[in-house]
């Protein structure tokens, strides 16, 4: 089983800055197969990244995704009132489909 | 679209069981993976399993394997999770996940559309 480790577990930042989210796994995991999901309270979770890099349908290009391997990251470049949440990476490239155990995301 | 609508919240008793079900609207059901997730209160997200409807059998997580039950039907479109021998750890938000349109026919990949979730509470 493919265990994902994210860091921090809680990053307090202001709107407008910049957020450096980490998600690194126990073994490599194929860049087609790491995706990066956003929950708010309350709500499902919804798809942000894909394939390490990839956007999904209507996120917009302040999200970005990077890695390869065992390393990989989200980043945020100008955070807005609405990106407060918890971040969670998933890999979906072997059974069992893992999710990290999460990054809150708050206000400072 | 693709749209799944869950059934409601369930309170059950401890060593009873639970099935969830995950209804599919706007897309093509019987190729596309259907995921279950689960949530327990203040934690992460956690997969149990998954079923392609037209392949029939499901795909399991360790911790689960014996527990729960992934069945579809294609006739109505609605995907089921049932979870047996329950728990109060099993307390949680359970969530169905369809996995992104470019992947018909395969169970790895993204979960590009989610129930609302259900919330089973496990108590005495």
């Known amino acids: 089983e493919v265990v994902l480790t994210q860091s921090p577990g809680t990053l307090s930042l202001s709107p407008g800055e910049r957020a450096t989210l980490s998600c690194r796994a126990s073994?490599?995991?194929?860049?087609?197969?790491l995706a990066w999901y956003q929950q708010k309270v309350g709500q499902a979770p919804r798809l942000l990244i894909y394939?390490?890099?990839s956007r999904a349908t209507g996120i917009p290009d302040r999200f970005s995704g990077s890695g390869s391997g065992t390393d990989f990251t989200l980043t945020i470049s100008r955070l807005e009132p609405g990106d407060f949440a918890v971040y969670y990476c998933?890999?979906?490239?072997?059974?069992?489909?893992?999710f990290g155990q999460g990054t809150k995301l708050e206000i400072k | 679209q693709v749209q799944l609508v869950q059934s409601g919240a369930e309170v059950k008793k401890p060593g009873s069981s639970v099935k969830v079900s995950c209804k599919a609207s706007g897309g093509t059901f019987r190729s596309y993976a259907i995921n279950w997730v689960r949530q327990a209160p203040g934690q992460g997200l956690e997969w149990m399993g998954g079923?392609?409807?037209?392949?029939?059998?499901?795909n399991y997580a360790q911790k689960f394997q014996g527990r729960v039950t992934i069945t579809a039907d294609e006739s109505t479109s609605t995907a089921y999770m049932e979870l047996s021998s329950l728990r109060s750890e099993d307390t949680a938000v359970y969530y169905c996940?369809?996995?992104?349109?470019?992947?018909?026919?395969?169970?790895?990949?993204?979960?590009?559309?989610w129930g609302q979730g259900t919330l089973v509470t496990v108590s005495s």
């Open positions: 998933q890999q979906y490239g072997s059974s069992p489909y893992t």
């Open positions: 996940a369809r996995v992104s349109a470019d992947a018909e026919y395969s169970s790895g990949s993204r979960f590009d559309y």
């Open positions: 394939g390490a890099s």
């Open positions: 079923i392609i409807p037209m392949f029939g059998s499901a």
């Open positions: 073994q490599s995991v194929s860049s087609r197969y």
